[in-house]
C-alpha cells in the first residue's frame, strides 16, 4: 500500500487552480455549508456527495435531503435517502433489492444499511475539504455466502480538492469495510463540471489488489439544479465468476438523483 499511500498525497496535495482565473481561486469548496454550488458552477448546483461508487467530502446542507435510485445488472435496484441532520453531518439508509425488474424473480430484498458522514474540514486553496463516515452498504449479495461479493465500503477518510482548472476535482480516500480481516482500500477519482449541464467521472476504487479493483467510469446529467442522472460503467475489465455463479464482469448502471431542503 505504501506506493498507493505516496499517490494518495500527491494527488489531494496537486497544484490548485492558477492565478490565471483570478477569482475562481478564491471559490468555497464543494459541499461546505456556506456553499450551494458544484466546483466551478458558479453556485448553481448543489454539491455530489458521491461520484459513482466512491463518496466526495461534500454532505447535504442542514435541513437538506437526498433520493438517490439506481438500477443495475440483472434486474437490481437500491434505493438511498439522505438527511442533513446537524451542521455538516449527514444521515442515511439504503434498500437494496435483486431482482426487482424484469421476469427473472422472485424478488429479493436485503436488509437496509446505514450511512453516516461528518466533514470536519472544509478545506481551502492549498488543503484539501476532508470528511468521514461509515457506508454499510454492499454490491452484489451472495445469498448462499450471506455477504456481498462487493464488500461494503466500512469505515472511510476521503478528501477532496479543485485542482488545475475551475470544475475539475480530485477526491481520494482509503476504507476499511470489515475489521475481521483489517484489511485497508483506496480509492480515488476525477469529476469536471462542463457548464452545470454534465459531469464528466473516472475512479479506481477498492485498491488492494489489481485482480479485486475496480475502475469505473460514467457521465452525470444535470437537468436541473436538483435533479441529475448518472449513465455509468462499473469494474471494467472483470473477468470470472463468483461462488455463487454470478459473472464477473463490467456491468452497466443508470442512477437517478433528487436533492432539496425542508
Not at 429479493?108 to 470528511?131: H, S, W
Not at 466500512?154 to 481520494?172: F, K, N, R, S, W
Amino acid at each position: 500500500m505504501k506506493p498507493f499511500l505516496a499517490l494518495l498525497v500527491a494527488v489531494l496535495l496537486a497544484s490548485p487552480v492558477s492565478a490565471q482565473y483570478g477569482s475562481d481561486r478564491d471559490a468555497p469548496v464543494e459541499g461546505a455549508p456556506s456553499d450551494l454550488g458544484d466546483g466551478g458552477s458558479g453556485g448553481l448546483l448543489l454539491p455530489d456527495t458521491t461520484l459513482i461508487d466512491m463518496p466526495t467530502s461534500a454532505v447535504l446542507d442542514l435541513g437538506g435531503f437526498a433520493s438517490r435510485s439506481r438500477f443495475f445488472a440483472q434486474g437490481g435496484f437500491v434505493d438511498w435517502l439522505g438527511f442533513g441532520v446537524y451542521p455538516r453531518v449527514n444521515l442515511g439508509v439504503s434498500a437494496y433489492i435483486d431482482k426487482l425488474i424484469g421476469n427473472n424473480g422472485p424478488v429479493q430484498l436485503t436488509r437496509p444499511e446505514l450511512q453516516v458522514k461528518m466533514r470536519f474540514f472544509d478545506g481551502d486553496r492549498y488543503i484539501p475539504a476532508f470528511a468521514v463516515g461509515f457506508d454499510g452498504q454492499g454490491w452484489l449479495y451472495n445469498r448462499p455466502r450471506k455477504r456481498y461479493d462487493h464488500k461494503q465500503r466500512g469505515v472511510y477518510l476521503v478528501g477532496t480538492q479543485e485542482i488545475g482548472i475551475p470544475g475539475l476535482q480530485a477526491h481520494a480516500g482509503m476504507n476499511i469495510s470489515d475489521f475481521d480481516s483489517n484489511s485497508v482500500f483506496g480509492m480515488m477519482g476525477l469529476s469536471l463540471n462542463l457548464r452545470d449541464k454534465m459531469k464528466l467521472m473516472v475512479e479506481w476504487d477498492a485498491v488492494n489488489n489489481i485482480f479485486d479493483s475496480r475502475f469505473n467510469t460514467g457521465l452525470r446529467f444535470y437537468l436541473t439544479p436538483y435533479f441529475n442522472f448518472d449513465f455509468a460503467v462499473r469494474a471494467i475489465g472483470h473477468g470470472g465468476t463468483y461462488s455463487n455463479g454470478t459473472p464477473r464482469e463490467a456491468e452497466r448502471i443508470v442512477q437517478f438523483k433528487y436533492v432539496g431542503n425542508f
